[in-house]
Structure formats: structure tokens, C-alpha cells
């Protein structure tokens, strides 16, 4: 359930009504605007797929506009920019939700997903709906569709020599970076690790500086962000098959006519569909180059990574949160 601070706070904003020239005018016909924030690069594969394959597909009807960088919003304030009516989309994630509505906590726990194929599953079966029927109900906003970001593995600076990881033990003292949100701490700490939040945008320099001792982002993002000029190491933990949301203005949504909402529902898909695929051919294929940077890959001992993190989660805080049979569900959707 939401709590009442947080609910309170979403409804003020609302209530005020600010910035309602940010929710386009669909019934007069004039042509909207879809503002979309992400705190991604513009040649992340994700931005890639909205800007390439959503865009075009909506733009008899709708201008696209996004912001990149978290220049248009800090990421992790994304979703209460839609709820307020100051933002149309965000490329959100289930850590970000789980700020909003803890059973969300579900979707970012590590070793759970399995694959992208995986996550299309999970996100399509009725399980979802509740969790969807939340999110409109109480943030107003809708997720069209899931996004593949990616395996995240640990990236240290430490050279294998300095920090061989083969068990979480081994990450005992390490100051690892995770985004800022509680359910990526507690992976962080999961991992054995001591995490520190941390703005996406502010990794490279943390990492080039020494304030961190480290990262968990999939291999793509370690390209995009050229963290193998700053980093020596990459442990493939696997530790989350990571995923986001296309989120949108479910005020924006509602103010479409159906053949609006179908097209937007259909380019989501799209964009999300194409955006996976780039960013699996991207992940399968990348390892070398980055070894050529310098930055040596290695397979730890993952089964001791995966008993030592889910033995986290067991009569945790987070999974108190989770609705009966949810994890079943998803465990049997799996492979
Ligand atoms: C990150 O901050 O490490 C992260 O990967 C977290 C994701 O949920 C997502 O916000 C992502 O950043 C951004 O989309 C940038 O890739």
C-alpha cells in the first residue's frame, strides 16, 4: 500500500494542477506533445527504440520530445512528474515503484528473472494486473510495456589481481554503487557489498575519482558510459536481468481517442520489442571489445552469488510485501 506521506504528496501535486498545459490537448485535435524523461544516454538501445520506433509510430498525432541524461528530470523523480502532470513518459523501473508500493520489490530481486523472454512473460501474465491496476489507481500511470536492460554484473576499478570476486564474501568492504532507491541497496547489500546511492549520471566521475569502489550495470551501459576507462574488472554475477517500464500519463492516456490508444499501445510494444533486441545482440557481443580496453571478465562462483542473495531476501522486509503465489508464478513462468 502506498504510504500516506508519499500519497499525500502525490495528491497535493495533483491537486494543484501544475503545469496542466504539460497534458496535451487531444480532444480539440490539435497535435500533442509526449515529453519523455530518462536519466539514459541517447544511444542507450532504449532511447534508441523510443526515439527510432515509438516516435514515428505516433507522429500523425503526437510530437515526441524526450530529455536525456536525467536532464529533463533526476532519475527516480520521474514518476511523480507524470502523477503531477509535468512529464507524458518515463523509462521507469520496478525500483523506482517500489518507492510508491513495496510489493513492486518483486520484479528487482535478484536472481528471479531469468531472461528477457522471461520478463515479456511475467510482465503480460494476469499476475500483473493487480500490480498494473496500483499503479494507474493510485500514481496515474500507466506501464505499456516492458524494456530489456540488461544482465547487471559487478565493475570494479580494482584489478582481479588487487580483488579476485568469486563469493560475496569476497565484495566484504567494497563500496559498490547502486542507484538510489531502497530495493537497489538491499541488492547491493545482498551481493555482500557495502552500497552507496548514487546518481546514474554521477558514476563515471565517482568511479574516476576513487569515491566508488565499483558498479553493477549490464555490459551495453558499461560501453555507452565508457566506464572500462575507469574500471579494471567485471565479475559476470548475473545478479538481476534487469528491466524497466514504459510509463506513461494515464491523464494523457485517457484523453486519447481508442485509435490514439492503440497506436500508442502498439508503438510501445514495438519500441520495447526492437530495444530488446538490439540491447541482447549488443550484450552477447561486447565482452571482447571491453577486454580490449583493459578490463578483464571472469564467471564467479555463481551459485554461491545466487544461494547468498536469495537467502537475503527470505523473511525480508520486501518480500513480506509480495502477494501470495506471485513468485511462484513468475518461478513458473521460467524456463
Ligand atoms: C542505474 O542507475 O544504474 C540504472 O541502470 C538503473 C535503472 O533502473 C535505470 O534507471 C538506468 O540506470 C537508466 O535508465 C540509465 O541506463
Redesign the pocket.
Known amino acids: 500500500m502506498l504510504n500516506f506521506t508519499r500519497r499525500a504528496a502525490i495528491a497535493s501535486v495533483a491537486a494543484l494542477g501544475l503545469a496542466a498545459s504539460a497534458i496535451p490537448a487531444a480532444a480539440d485535435g490539435h497535435k500533442m506533445t509526449f515529453t519523455l524523461a530518462?536519466?539514459?544516454s541517447e544511444s542507450?538501445q532504449?532511447s534508441v527504440a523510443m526515439a527510432e520506433v515509438f516516435a514515428p509510430m505516433v507522429a500523425e498525432f503526437a510530437d515526441y520530445q524526450p530529455g536525456y541524461n536525467g536532464t529533463l528530470f533526476a532519475?527516480g523523480t520521474e514518476l511523480e512528474a507524470i502523477a503531477g502532470g509535468n512529464l507524458t513518459m518515463s523509462?521507469a523501473?520496478a525500483?523506482?515503484l517500489a518507492q510508491f508500493f513495496p510489493e513492486f520489490s518483486i520484479f528487482a530481486t535478484g536472481y528471479v528473472h531469468q531472461d528477457a523472454a522471461h520478463q515479456v512473460r511475467v510482465f503480460n501474465d494476469p499476475l500483473m494486473d493487480p500490480f498494473k491496476q496500483t499503479v494507474e489507481d493510485e500514481l496515474g500511470v500507466k506501464l505499456l510495456s516492458v524494456m530489456y536492460?540488461g544482465r547487471r554484473h559487478v565493475n570494479l576499478r580494482q584489478t582481479r589481481e588487487e580483488l579476485d570476486v568469486q563469493t560475496p564474501a569476497d565484495l566484504a568492504g567494497v563500496n559498490l554503487r547502486m542507484?538510489g532507491t531502497d530495493a537497489?541497496q538491499f541488492l547491493g547489500a545482498a551481493l555482500g557489498a557495502s552500497p552507496t546511492p548514487l546518481?546514474?549520471s554521477e558514476?563515471y566521475t565517482s568511479l574516476s575519482s576513487g569515491a566508488i569502489d565499483g558498479?553493477?550495470?549490464p555490459l551495453p551501459?558499461v560501453v555507452d558510459q565508457k566506464f572500462y576507462e575507469v574500471t579494471k574488472q567485471i565479475a559476470l554475477t548475473s545478479h538481476l536481468v534487469?528491466l524497466?517500464y514504459i510509463a506513461f500519463s494515464l491523464e494523457t492516456w485517457n484523453n486519447l481517442t481508442p485509435d490514439q490508444q492503440l497506436t500508442v499501445q502498439r508503438a510501445a510494444d514495438a519500441a520495447a520489442a526492437y530495444g530488446r533486441l538490439k540491447q541482447l545482440d549488443k550484450e552477447n557481443n561486447l565482452a571482447d571489445f571491453i577486454r580490449s580496453q583493459g578490463v578483464e571478465i571472469y564467471t564467479p562462483d555463481l551459485e554461491a552469488f545466487r544461494a547468498h542473495v536469495q537467502a537475503q531476501y527470505v523473511g525480508s522486509e520486501a518480500a513480506a510485501s509480495w502477494p501470495e503465489g506471485v513468485l511462484e508464478r513468475i518461478n513458473a513462468l521460467g524456463n
Open positions: 530518462t536519466s539514459g542507450d532504449r532519475q523509462i523501473s525500483q523506482e536492460l542507484p537497489w546518481a546514474f558514476v558498479q553493477d550495470n551501459t534487469d524497466n
